[in-house]
């Protein structure tokens, strides 16, 4: 352990281009529930959260699309319940016109037992929602190469 004690993620802050249609994506599609709202002139921000616990921050403050080619946020991943509920989760995506990095649920890589959806919110921002077991008959996109690293 550090001289600072052990640390534990808190929230994580997500830059967006539109907040309303972020916010549809993050609360109506994926169930995160709108905790607090502001606004600063032409920008706003949004917290959302599960049962009074921040998760996530959204942000009205970007141009453009997410770049996955800079430093920074690689993937945001989410675990779920069990593996009906990922596959819930992909249906309600695939209605909204979500883009997917492969298609339908994956391994993690060969063999594993773990494994998920890949996808893009609205800005492109690269997510994912998986289980540590029950992914076991899905193929694996990359080989022995974790999924979630090059989607």
């Known amino acids: 352990m550090s001289a600072i004690g052990t640390l534990t993620t808190h929230h994580v802050?997500?830059?967006?281009?539109?907040?309303?249609?972020?916010?549809?994506?993050?609360?109506?599609v994926l169930g995160f529930e709108v905790i607090g709202r502001g606004a600063k002139e032409e920008s706003g921000y949004a917290f959302l959260g599960r049962d009074g616990r921040l998760v996530i921050a959204l942000w009205q403050q970007a141009e453009g699309v997410y770049?996955?080619?800079?430093?920074?946020?690689?993937?945001?991943?989410?675990?779920?319940?069990?593996?009906?509920?990922?596959?819930?989760?992909?249906?309600?995506?695939?209605?909204?016109?979500?883009?997917?990095?492969?298609?339908?649920?994956?391994?993690?890589?060969?063999?594993?037992?773990?494994?998920?959806?890949?996808?893009?919110?609205?800005?492109?921002?690269?997510?994912?929602?998986s289980v540590p077991k029950g992914a076991e008959a899905a193929p694996a996109p990359s080989g022995t190469a974790p999924a979630c690293g090059f989607f």
């Open 67 to 129: 770049d996955s080619g800079r430093p920074g946020l690689h993937h945001l991943a989410f675990e779920a319940e069990s593996i009906e509920h990922v596959r819930a989760a992909e249906a309600a995506l695939t209605a909204r016109g979500t883009t997917f990095a492969y298609e339908g649920v994956v391994a993690h890589q060969e063999g594993a037992a773990a494994g998920g959806i890949f996808f893009h919110d609205p800005d492109g921002t690269r997510l994912e929602i």
């Open 13 to 28: 802050g997500i830059n967006v281009t539109d907040l309303e249609r972020s916010l549809a994506f993050y609360a109506d």
